[in-house]
C-alpha cells in the first residue's frame, strides 16, 4: 500500500507541474488549448511507451473511439494512474462522439487553480481528457477534439470526445 502522506506529495507535484503547464500556456500563446493539447498528446505517448518497455504491458490497437478509451481507462488501472474503473462513465452518442464523466480526478486541484484565474470552465483544457484524446488517437489513429462541458468539484466533471 502507498503511504498517504507520499500519495499526497505526488498530488501535490501533479499539481504544481500541470498547473504551471498551463499558465505558462497562457503566458506564451494566444490560443493555448493547442499547446495544452500536444502536451497531453505526449503524456499519453509517454504513458505507453513506458507502460510497454519498462513494464511488459502492451497496447493493443482499437478499432473504435469508445474501445481506445476503454482500453486507456485498463492501461491506466495496470499502471496505477487510475484507482477505479468506477471513476469514469462513458456514453456512447454515437460511434463518432463519446461522452465522458470523471470522478475524483487526481486533476481537480490543477483545474481549480486555472479557474480562479480565468473566465470560466470554456478556457480549462481538462488535463484527463486531453490524455484520454492522445492515447485514443495512438490506438486508432482516429482524429479528434474534445471540451469539456461540466466541472463540479463536488460531484464530476463531464465532457466529450468527438471524431474531427
Known sequence: MIDPKHMRSM???VRVW???IE???RDFYPHPREFCVRVYENAAYNLMTIASNEYGIKIKPAATIKDAMESYIELGLKTGLFEDASQFVLSEINPNRIELSI???IYLP???DILAKSSGISELTCPRI???VGGVGIMTNIACTYRLTA?????CCQGYIERI
Not at 151 to 155: M, N, S, V
Open 23 to 25: 499558465e505558462t500556456a
Open 18 to 20: 500541470v498547473t504551471a
Open 151 to 155: 466541472f463540479d468539484p463536488t460531484k
Open 110 to 112: 490543477c483545474c481549480e
Open 130 to 132: 486531453g490524455c484520454f
Open 103 to 105: 470522478f475524483k480526478c
Open 11 to 13: 498530488r501535490e507535484l
